[in-house]
């Protein structure tokens, strides 16, 4: 069976300029697409509580963060095409399970002292 090449994923976390940089050269240089990907869980203190729809307001606040990585991304010129998931779960299951699909998984540090 012949693999179809996947895109390049990067685990989005908060403010972290370097991991969208190296991933976005890497998608640039493979000729992939990025997807990036945002993992979120609703802690068990906040299940159930009254009048607030928890997943929903966590899942808005994930899609603001792949917003703004996908501007700055644009920012720099020349890009490739930026897939954007938001995925609940725990944030290693979801990249594990991004990783069998992904040409390439970057994640890294934090660093917000750039973004």
Do not use: C, N, Y
Request: aromatic content about 4%.
């Amino acid at each position: 069976m012949v693999r179809t090449a996947g895109p390049i994923v990067v685990g989005v976390k908060e403010h972290q300029p370097w991991v969208l940089d190296r991933a976005k050269a890497e998608a640039e240089r493979a000729g992939r697409p990025l997807r990036l990907v945002h993992a979120f869980t609703v802690p068990p203190t906040l299940v159930g509580v009254a009048f607030l729809d928890v997943p929903a307001a966590m899942r808005a606040t994930s899609e603001q963060l792949l917003e703004s990585a996908s501007q700055r991304l644009r920012e720099g010129g020349r890009t490739v095409p930026i897939e954007r998931a938001v995925v609940r779960g725990a944030p290693g299951w979801v990249l594990e399970q991004e990783s069998k699909h992904a040409e390439l998984l970057v994640i890294g540090p934090d660093d917000a002292k750039h973004w």
